[in-house]
């Protein structure tokens, strides 16, 4: 039986110095091709760092060789008796992605040293497999190997992204019982672990933490700025500044810029924008895209395409960052004009543009667009972002092509909470009630469970019925679920309850939420002014106060209308003279317009006259503030003709088209017997052909639901609808005798 030859490296010293000459040059192919060529010349190697500069070549080049070159370490038999080696084959599996690989030749390794398990923790970590790179880290610590400052490091990152607080204290231990603590990066990953699970140990470990670089208080910057402690976080920073002010990197700013966001501070983020000018911080994409959200995020827009302009190299999140920004604040021309411009630069649309797009569309209801865009869509292969179709789907129903939408959603393989929510609101949204309950029961049917959003979308159809019956139904599912005392769904319930004008359980609906806000309050406020408890109305404002919760603007309007409707003229005129004095909320025309109807209902028709032209010279006046005054002249007429025609004047030049302002100006005429002058009024409806919105009442009838509009005697089923009124009204004068 032949052998092959076994060369001692002093006979092969050429050979090796050319190895480790490639090797040092990184020329791997060559490196390989001359190991392969030395192996089928019947060469073995038996020196171990030979074999660490041909692995790598290996990891660089060919898996297959890898694995042989592993066959041949084992069939020499050098695995055992040297661990450096199974280091080097451990570390080539790990670059190539096997894990499993890794692991076995880690377990048959006998001898195993401190780089042994850094390998197996830190290729854990890399590909993903925190669990096993922590738990390969307690067995290090078990075995009495200790760790590397790098592994250190990364073990504390897994640990944050794993939120394993307790662990991380664990961690915090065993650093305090070694000489880590003493290094910087050591001391920063702690500090980043707390600060981003428990910002309050974390501040612990700054103040005792005696030598703290620029890393350090970034970190608590930022760890403030995620958990939801803006202001401290920007109260650190200026610390920062007046120690380290030369040394303050882009990512701070950063950070401070998205604590001036969070916290709307729009003075202090354009200090930043001046200190960031000055440091020569511009060409950093992250400082310029951070200025742009915050400016967009603090309603200036102008400002916001200003830093993106001065911007000299942009990337898509710079581009989207704008248009998102020109989209929450209703600028959606300057979004079509600016999505043209980023066509023009070749810059590629992605799912955080298209989503942007859509809300244009939804803005301007144009069903072309959303067609367009659907395309774009399609080219570019985002049919299954469930982001984008969910979008997509609320946009279609927005212009009302609940078909397409429909269509849309059916052929979505996989829909979660947010489809089934969508659909909803889209048949809600195009007047389909029934429709939307369906797709709910089929949502059920799934197991898919409803959220918050679910429900109310499911109130807001309720909106659609003439009977309480759904709108229970609805309030007993979001009883099951649990929704029923959180704060949005519960303020839905009452409303929606007290739009019903069932007033007993739109209380109990209030008194169920466990944490009531301003919108609860203003909400239940309302509702007790709409039916005919003003003084339950300045109770609950009472019980709003005692809470420590201020009144909005929205609250302000709904007492001022609950004292009109009421009849408290008093108490509305001294409820607004205390609201003026407070100076918390700035009085809008909605407020002045209310006031104006107080003192109209009250029959203090001069002195609302008086406010109203107080208002006109500052042309801070509109059709509302008339309309008002013009309801008061039908209840107060005081005798003046002037006055009268004066207010109408007014009211159909600020809204011609308006069928309203002319209906009440005909009812004011009428209260007063003036039929002709009632009449001439709306004859001027007709000839002027300006659209009358219906009244209607709706009843339900073998279980659909039948619109009643007046004047239309083409209704189907009129005869049936009409005995069943009869009915009705033959058993309500039964009961009444």
């Not at 400082?287 to 200003?306: H, R, T």
């Not at 003036?674 to 009838?701: C, L, N, P, T």
Request: glycine share 6%.
């Amino acid at each position: 039986m032949n052998h092959p030859p076994i060369i001692s490296i002093s006979k092969l010293s050429n050979w090796v110095a050319k190895i480790k000459e490639l090797s040092s040059n990184k020329r791997w192919v060559e490196l390989l091709s001359l190991y392969n060529d030395l192996n089928k010349s019947g060469v073995q190697f038996t020196e171990p760092t030979l074999f660490h500069p041909i692995l790598k070549a290996c990891s660089v080049t060919s898996l297959r060789h890898g694995k042989s070159l592993h066959a041949s370490v084992i069939k020499l038999g050098v695995l055992e008796s040297c661990t450096s080696i199974g280091n080097s084959i451990m570390d080539f599996y790990l670059k190539a992605g096997i894990l499993d690989s890794t692991f076995s030749v880690f377990d048959n390794m006998k001898v195993r040293d401190c780089v042994s398990w850094n390998i197996m923790i830190s290729g854990c970590i890399d590909h993903g497999d925190y669990d096993r790179g922590l738990s390969t880290f307690k067995e290090a610590r078990a075995a009495g190997f200790e760790t590397n400052v790098s592994t250190l490091v990364l073990v504390m990152q897994t640990v944050n992204i794993l939120g394993a607080l307790h662990e991380g204290q664990r961690m915090h231990g065993y650093i305090m019982k070694t000489d880590f603590l003493a290094v910087s990066s050591v001391q920063n990953a702690l500090l980043g672990m707390y600060a981003n699970m428990a910002v309050e140990f974390a501040q612990k470990l700054f103040d005792e933490m005696s030598d703290r670089d620029v890393i350090a208080w970034s970190v608590m910057i930022s760890g403030y700025v995620r958990s939801d402690n803006a202001h401290f976080g920007l109260g650190i920073f200026r610390e920062m500044l007046s120690l380290f002010g030369k040394e303050v990197d882009g990512q701070t700013v950063v950070s401070a810029l998205k604590a001036c966001t969070n916290l709307k501070n729009y003075v202090t983020g354009r200090a930043l924008h001046g200190f960031v000018v000055r440091k020569g911080f511009y060409g950093d994409l992250f400082v310029g895209n951070s200025l742009i959200d915050m400016y967009s995020k603090c309603n200036d827009p102008d400002a916001a395409f200003q830093a993106w302009n001065d911007m000299p190299l942009k990337n898509s999140v710079s581009w989207n960052s704008l248009l998102s920004g020109l989209v929450c604040n209703g600028k959606h021309s300057e979004a079509i004009n600016l999505f043209i411009s980023m066509q023009k630069s070749k810059i590629e649309p992605d799912a955080v543009t298209l989503v942007n797009l859509l809300q244009v569309c939804k803005h301007f209801a144009d069903p072309l667009i959303c067609k367009c865009i659907h395309t774009v869509i399609l080219r570019k292969k985002h049919e299954l972002n469930d982001i984008i179709i969910n979008t997509l789907v609320d946009v279609y129903a927005k212009c009302n092509l609940i078909c397409f939408a429909q269509r849309l959603f059916n052929s979505m393989k996989i829909r979660d909470t947010v489809s089934w929510s969508t659909m909803i609101a889209a048949f809600t949204h195009c007047g389909l009630p029934d429709e939307a309950i369906k797709v709910f029961n089929e949502m059920i049917q799934t197991q898919e469970k409803p959220n918050a959003v679910t429900v109310l979308n499911l109130i807001e159809a309720c909106s659609c019925y003439s009977e309480l019956k759904v709108p229970k139904s609805v309030h007993g599912i979001a009883i099951r679920l649990g929704l029923a005392t959180e704060t949005t769904v519960g303020t839905a319930i009452l409303d929606m309850y007290s739009s019903y004008g069932d007033i007993i359980t739109s209380k109990k609906a209030f008194s169920q939420i466990i944490n009531k806000n301003v919108i609860s309050f203003s909400a239940m406020i309302a509702a007790c002014g709409m039916n005919g408890l003003p003084h339950d109305a300045l109770c609950l404002l009472t019980e709003m106060e005692m809470h420590g919760i201020k009144p909005n603007s929205i609250t302000i309007l709904s007492v001022l209308s609950a004292c009109s409707h009421g009849g408290l003229i008093n108490e509305g005129l001294s409820f607004f003279q205390k609201f003026i004095k407070s100076q918390e909320v700035k009085p809008s025309l909605e407020h002045y317009s209310c006031l104006i109807d107080l003192l109209s209902r009250g029959g203090k028709l001069d002195l609302a006259m008086e406010l109203t032209d107080q208002l006109a010279k500052g042309k801070n006046v509109g059709a509302s503030a008339w309309g008002a005054l013009l309801s008061g002249c039908r209840t107060s007429y005081n005798g003046n003709e002037n006055f009268q025609e004066k207010v109408i004047k007014h009211v159909l030049e600020f809204e011609p088209n308006n069928s309203s302002g002319y209906m009440l100006a005909s009812n004011v005429y009428a209260a007063r017997g003036s039929w002709d002058a009632a009449a001439r009024f709306r004859a001027m409806v007709k000839d002027k052909q300006v659209k009358v919105v219906a009244g209607y009442s709706m009843v339900h009838v073998n279980n659909a639901c039948c619109k009643f509009i007046a004047g239309d005697k083409h209704r189907f089923l009129l005869k049936e609808i009409l005995e069943e009124l009869h009915k009705c009204m033959k058993m309500e004068k039964i009961q009444v005798n």
